[in-house]
C-alpha cells in the first residue's frame, strides 16, 4: 500500500486525492487546519435565509477547458449562470466589463461598434509603448477618463497601494468590449453548482480509501518519509517557516447584513469611487436564481494587508515579493518527494479551472 499526505482540502487537495483514490492501494490523508473542507470555496445555507452563501466570496465556474468542465460535473450538477456585473461611480450604475453600453453611457454617445473603437483609440495613451506598470497598462487600452472611473479607485482599494506599484500584468486582457455583451467572462463554459460547492468536495473526498482530518494544522517538524508523496497546497512561505521572509498577499474581510426582499437586484456590485471604504457588496440569493427566498443576505466587502492571523487571498506579487518567492520555489526544486500546488504554494493568482487543471496534471506526473 502506498500512503499519501494531502495539505490542504481546497480544489488541489481534493482532486489530487480523488485521483489517487482510484487505486484500491492508495491511502490517502487529507489534512486541513480549518474546521471544514472546502478551502474558500467552502458554501453553506445561512440560518436565518436559507440563502446558499459562499462564505468566502462569490465563485462563478467559468472555464474555456472541456476536460475541467467535463470533470467536475461528475460531482456536481452545473447549472449555467452569467455573472453581470455592475459598477457604481459618481452617482450611476454602470455595466462591467467595459462595453459599448458603458461607453454610450459613460459619453453620452450613440456610437456604432466602429465608431466606438475610432473613439477609444482616439482617446488612448499612445505615447505608451511597454506598459511598465498596472496603469500604464489600462491608460495604453482605455484612456484616463475611463481608467480613473472603474480601475484607479477599485485598484488602489483591491490592492492597497497605487496601482502604478502594481506590475501590468494584473491587467492581462484588454478591459473593452465593442458590443453589448456584459457576461463579465468570456469562456465558453459558465456555471454555479446547484447544491453549492461544499457538495463538490464531498464527493470528491467520498472514497473510502481517502481520511480527512480537520483542525489539524501541518507542522514543518513533521516527519514524511511514511508518504509516497506529499502534496502541499498551503502558503510556500509557511512551509519553510518564513526563513527567508514572507510574501505580501492580500486579503478580504466581510461585513454582513440581512434584509427583506431584494436589496440590490444583482449578485455583484462595484464601488469605484475611492472614498467608498469597500470594494463591493454581494447579495448571494442571486447566485442562485432557480431558488425563491423572501430574505435576503448581502456582504460588503473590504480589502486589506494579510496578516499573521488572516486567510491570504491574493499574491501581490511585487518586485520584493518574487524576490523572496524565488528562493523558496529554488529550495522547493530540491524536494523530490513534495509537489507544490494551487494558488498559496506557488504564489500565481489562479482561478478554479486552473487549479483543478494543474492538480489533474500533477497527480499524473507522481502516479
Known amino acids: 500500500m502506498k500512503k499519501y499526505l494531502i495539505i490542504g482540502s481546497g480544489f488541489s487537495g481534493a482532486v489530487i486525492a480523488e485521483q489517487l483514490s482510484k487505486d484500491p492501494n492508495n491511502k490517502i490523508v487529507v489534512i486541513d487546519e480549518r474546521d471544514h473542507i472546502g478551502g474558500n470555496c467552502y458554501t453553506e445555507r445561512d440560518k436565518d435565509s436559507n440563502v446558499m452563501i459562499h462564505k468566502y466570496g462569490p465563485h462563478i465556474f467559468n472555464t474555456d477547458n472541456k476536460e475541467v468542465w467535463d470533470y467536475i460535473q461528475q460531482f456536481c450538477e452545473m447549472v449555467p449562470f452569467v455573472n453581470r456585473v455592475k459598477s457604481i461611480y459618481n452617482g450611476q450604475v454602470f455595466s462591467l466589463p467595459i462595453n459599448l453600453h458603458t461607453i454610450n453611457q459613460f459619453f453620452g454617445k450613440t456610437f456604432n461598434p466602429e465608431e466606438a473603437k475610432v473613439f477609444i483609440d482616439s482617446i488612448a495613451d499612445k505615447s505608451i509603448n511597454e506598459p511598465?506598470?498596472?496603469?500604464?497598462?489600462?491608460?495604453k487600452f482605455i484612456g484616463k477618463d475611463l481608467y480613473n472611473a472603474f480601475f484607479y479607485g477599485y485598484t488602489k482599494k483591491q490592492w492597497g497601494c497605487e496601482p502604478t506599484e502594481l506590475p501590468a500584468s494584473i491587467l492581462k486582457r484588454l478591459p473593452?468590449?465593442?458590443?453589448?455583451?456584459?457576461?463579465?467572462?468570456?469562456?465558453?463554459?459558465?456555471?454555479?453548482?446547484?447544491?453549492?460547492?461544499?457538495?463538490?468536495?464531498?464527493?470528491?473526498?467520498?472514497?473510502?480509501?481517502?481520511?480527512?482530518?480537520?483542525?489539524?494544522?501541518?507542522?514543518?517538524?513533521?516527519?514524511?518519509?511514511?508518504?509516497?508523496?506529499v502534496f502541499y497546497s498551503g502558503p510556500i512561505d509557511a512551509f519553510f517557516d518564513y526563513k527567508y521572509g514572507r510574501l505580501s498577499y492580500r486579503t478580504v474581510t466581510f461585513e454582513k447584513h440581512s434584509a427583506e426582499g431584494d436589496y440590490q437586484g444583482n449578485p455583484v456590485i462595484n464601488y469605484a469611487d475611492p472614498e467608498v471604504p469597500y470594494t463591493r457588496v454581494h447579495e448571494h440569493k442571486h447566485f442562485t436564481?432557480?431558488?425563491?427566498?423572501?430574505?435576503?443576505?448581502?456582504?460588503?466587502?473590504?480589502?486589506?494587508?494579510?496578516?499573521?492571523?488572516?486567510?491570504?487571498?491574493?499574491?501581490?506579487?511585487?518586485?520584493?515579493?518574487?524576490?523572496?518567492?524565488?528562493?523558496?520555489?529554488?529550495?522547493?526544486?530540491?524536494?523530490?518527494n513534495i509537489s507544490f500546488v494551487g494558488r498559496l504554494a506557488t504564489y500565481r493568482y489562479m482561478d478554479m479551472h486552473h487549479v483543478i487543471a494543474e492538480a489533474l496534471n500533477v497527480v499524473k506526473k507522481n502516479k
Open 289 to 336: 436564481p432557480w431558488e425563491e427566498h423572501e430574505k435576503t443576505v448581502y456582504f460588503k466587502e473590504f480589502s486589506k494587508e494579510t496578516e499573521e492571523q488572516d486567510v491570504p487571498y491574493y499574491p501581490k506579487r511585487l518586485k520584493e515579493d518574487m524576490e523572496i518567492f524565488e528562493k523558496y520555489e529554488n529550495e522547493a526544486n530540491t524536494l523530490s
Open 132 to 139: 511598465r506598470n498596472f496603469e500604464e497598462q489600462a491608460m
Open 176 to 229: 473593452v468590449r465593442f458590443n453589448y455583451n456584459d457576461n463579465y467572462y468570456a469562456n465558453p463554459f459558465q456555471g454555479i453548482p446547484k447544491d453549492g460547492y461544499t457538495a463538490i468536495f464531498e464527493n470528491l473526498l467520498a472514497a473510502k480509501n481517502i481520511e480527512v482530518r480537520l483542525n489539524t494544522k501541518f507542522d514543518s517538524s513533521w516527519d514524511l518519509t511514511e508518504y509516497e508523496h
